[in-house]
């Protein structure tokens, strides 16, 4: 936005302010969900009739879950014609991964480390929600999480600040574009600030306790990478940090997000989290919640009811600063003016652009290709892979391949239940072969809903015969196995990480009687597959892949399309290893010098992962020489580039995300074994030598300090580049 946009914004805020009661502006505070079919005679249910009779009164600045034009229409109608000052409302919606047509869940994208495609990838989810009314989403999640037993993690990128923050870019430019107030644009929010990731033991709504250095330099920094990238928004999130929950926390919202970042949007509660601080113990009552939020720099109160109905009690019996609500409501305005909703409310309400631009040509074509990048090859022992496409016969087991739901992933909630293609249609497009499919057990029983608990199948294998039978007769087993859509997700937390029910014993059930098994895994999270990773000669990582997964998998499973995805998690050997990153403290004892118990390990099982962050395989393969630095003794001033030698010594063309890492030796507040500090992903034909040169600066050599300064110390840097966290090369730099 050019400076005389902006300022002529600012005039425009600040008339409407002067002319506005304190109950009209603590109403653009207030944001309701919109449950109810508001194009339906008179509302009906939970809260509607009062939801219907506040937004008449110009008490709701904004609805979250309306969707589709209609809808949208009627309801900015009533906020726009039936109020005193006709204000319109901001449409909110959790469009997370996509809005009818899907791309992969959030971590699956952050496998790709295509920054360009995940941006596409979010303007694809913009332009299809905008085109539905709404103008605003909850996203994107840059929560960092090393624990994979929590579900939320399939929302988020992964475990590492560096690649969390370039993606965390990427989603908010995706979303929001270069103009807000275009049509096919919408207002981001970065979310969830803060901690919500390191919920203790993985446990949904748990407690969170973490160290100022972990907070500085591993949870804030996507947030503040949004907040640079130019977000709108901010959800807070249902944790405490430091005992106090992060919706009532002055620490997190005032003085670091809003006074030390200069963030001038707007930061919403999450859901009842206003009211949630009651039950957290750090309320008294809704009155008391409503002050505790306002005070600590929550704006927005999503469904707490806490602000309409306490802030002007608040505000006149003198408990709450008449400027604190002045401020909020000025951020929420601007927004509003920046999205263009004063010029015209009904600006994203245009019936043409639903029917032509959701679930368009380009659109399925821009998520199948995200689909494809997202896929990572974890094992391919004697190049089962790819599948030759004629002349063999081919069995396809596990329930999930013939699951067209599954794959959707979860927080999908605009999107239409069963519009995946599953994986088997998407090999039966590869006529070549003689296919069977097997279901072999079920995963689930009975109905699956996002809102709802699953039930496993724990027990039901009668038809395993079936599958063996099958599986006896062919020359290639196909097998989708892993966790249902929505066994990932809000509140969908495991302390056990195989494969769900039945399935290990339906897989070494069918590896008795063929060992050429390609394992196909569908899943939201790292999960502990050491069986298969010892036995099954191939297995590829699918993720959630969206409306196109069959047709991206086949493509892959075929060799049409070359897998390059590289994994943005660690994942475990067992769930007692959890939490486990790349990225960790060296110890006082990292290594066995003595030959006796006394260092850092555990006494069952390897301190290394099954699969270390950063790693993926392609049906290439590279080889790295001659890592060079331009300088090995420098100030904080230079730039050091940093070059290697990247050779396909492969067959076939294929794409590699060279990974550049440093470490600290020492320093003031001991620093990680390894940092991602910079990737790059090159293409090259077989045989084909390339140099990649990436750079290092001081804002990659330095770290935050407890006080949350940002710090560059002199000292020796290991650099290490690589195709994974296991890198191959090494050299040093020494910071004068
Ligand atoms: C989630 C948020 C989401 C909100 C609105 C909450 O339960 O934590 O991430 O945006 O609901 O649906």
Not at 606 to 635: C, D, M, R, W
Not at 659 to 673: C, E, G, N
Request: hydrophobic share 40%.
């Amino acid at each position: 936005m050019n400076k005389e946009t902006k300022q002529s914004i600012e005039k425009k805020v600040d008339s409407l302010l002067s002319i506005m009661t304190l109950e009209e502006k603590i109403g653009q505070m207030n944001q309701y969900n919109g449950f109810w079919d508001v194009t339906g005679p008179s509302p009906k249910g939970g809260n509607a009739e009062k939801k219907y009779e506040d937004i008449k009164k110009g008490l709701v600045g904004s609805m979250l879950t309306v969707r589709g034009v209609d809808q949208v229409r009627s309801v900015q109608k009533i906020a726009v014609e039936e109020t005193r000052l006709g204000i319109p409302l901001i449409i909110g919606f959790d469009v997370i991964h996509g809005y009818k047509t899907l791309s992969p869940i959030p971590l699956a994208e952050a496998a790709s480390w295509d920054l360009e495609a995940i941006k596409e990838s979010a303007g694809v989810a913009a332009s299809e929600a905008a085109a539905s009314g709404i103008n605003w989403t909850f996203g994107p999640n840059v929560d960092i999480s090393r624990d994979p037993r929590w579900g939320r993690v399939m929302e988020g990128a992964g475990e590492d600040p560096y690649l969390g923050s370039k993606i965390a870019t990427a989603r908010v430019k995706g979303f929001q574009g270069d103009d807000l107030s275009d049509v096919n644009t919408i207002a981001a929010c970065a979310k969830h600030f803060a901690g919500y990731g390191f919920s203790e033991s993985g446990k949904e709504y748990n407690t969170v306790s973490i160290d100022r250095s972990t907070l500085y330099n591993v949870v804030l920094p996507p947030f503040k990478a949004a907040v640079e990238a130019d977000v709108k928004t901010l959800m807070n999130s249902f944790n405490e940090l430091d005992g106090i929950p992060a919706t009532g926390n002055k620490f997190l919202q005032r003085d670091i997000l809003k006074d030390k970042w200069n963030f001038n949007g707007f930061v919403i509660s999450d859901w009842a989290s206003i009211k949630e601080m009651i039950s957290w113990g750090h309320a008294e009552d809704l009155n008391h919640a409503a002050e505790l939020a306002v005070e600590a720099g929550c704006d927005m109160d999503m469904e707490s009811y806490a602000y309409v109905d306490e802030l002007v009690k608040l505000v006149k019996e003198g408990k709450v600063d008449e400027k604190l609500i002045d401020d909020a409501a000025r951020r929420i305005l601007t927004v509003k003016y920046e999205l263009g909703l004063f010029d015209d409310p009904y600006k994203y309400c245009n019936e043409e652009l639903e029917k032509t631009v959701i679930g368009s040509d380009a659109n399925r074509a821009a998520v199948l290709d995200m689909a494809k990048k997202s896929i990572v090859l974890l094992k391919n022992e004697g190049n089962l892979l790819p599948l030759p496409k004629k002349g063999k016969k081919i069995a396809v087991i596990g329930a999930l391949a013939d699951d067209n739901n599954s794959i959707l992933g979860s927080w999908r909630i605009a999107s239409d239940d069963n519009s995946g293609v599953s994986i088997l249609e998407g090999l039966q497009q590869y006529k070549g072969n003689k296919l069977v499919y097997k279901k072999g057990a079920d995963v689930t029983v009975g109905q699956t809903a996002f809102t709802e608990e699953l039930t496993i199948n724990t027990t039901n294998t009668e038809d395993f015969d079936d599958a063996i039978a099958a599986a006896k007769k062919s020359d290639v087993v196909v097998m989708v196995l892993g966790e249902h859509g929505f066994q990932t997700g809000e509140a969908r937390s495991r302390t056990e990480l195989g494969l769900p029910g039945v399935q290990q014993e339906l897989l070494e059930a069918v590896y008795a009687v063929n060992k050429n098994i390609v394992l196909v895994l569908t899943n939201g999270r790292p999960l502990t597959i050491n069986w298969a990773e010892a036995n099954i000669p191939a297995i590829v990582e699918t993720w959630q892949l969206g409306t196109e997964t069959g047709n991206a998998v086949a493509q892959v499973l075929y060799g049409d399309y070359n897998p390059s995805g590289k994994l943005p998690m660690t994942f475990p050997r067992n769930v007692g290893q959890i939490p486990i990153y790349y990225n960790h403290k060296q110890t006082g004892r990292p290594v066995n010098s003595d030959n006796n118990v006394f260092w850092s390990h555990y006494s069952d099982v390897e301190n290394t992962p099954l699969y270390p962050f950063g790693f993926g395989l392609s049906y290439a393969s590279f080889e790295y020489t001659n890592l060079q630095v331009s300088k090995s003794n420098i100030s904080s001033e230079d730039t050091v580039e940093v070059s290697v030698n990247l050779t396909n010594t492969g067959k076939v063309a294929g794409k590699e995300v060279v990974q550049l890492y440093i470490r600290d030796l020492v320093a003031s507040v001991t620093r990680p074994i390894k940092e991602l500090k910079g990737f790059e992903m090159v293409s090259l034909e077989p045989g084909e030598t390339k140099k990649v040169t990436l750079k290092l600066t001081k804002d990659e050599l330095g770290f935050y300090n407890n006080d949350g300064e940002f710090i560059v110390e002199p000292g020796t840097f290991k650099i290490f580049i690589g195709g994974s966290s296991i890198t191959s090369l090494e050299t040093e730099i020494t910071l004068n």
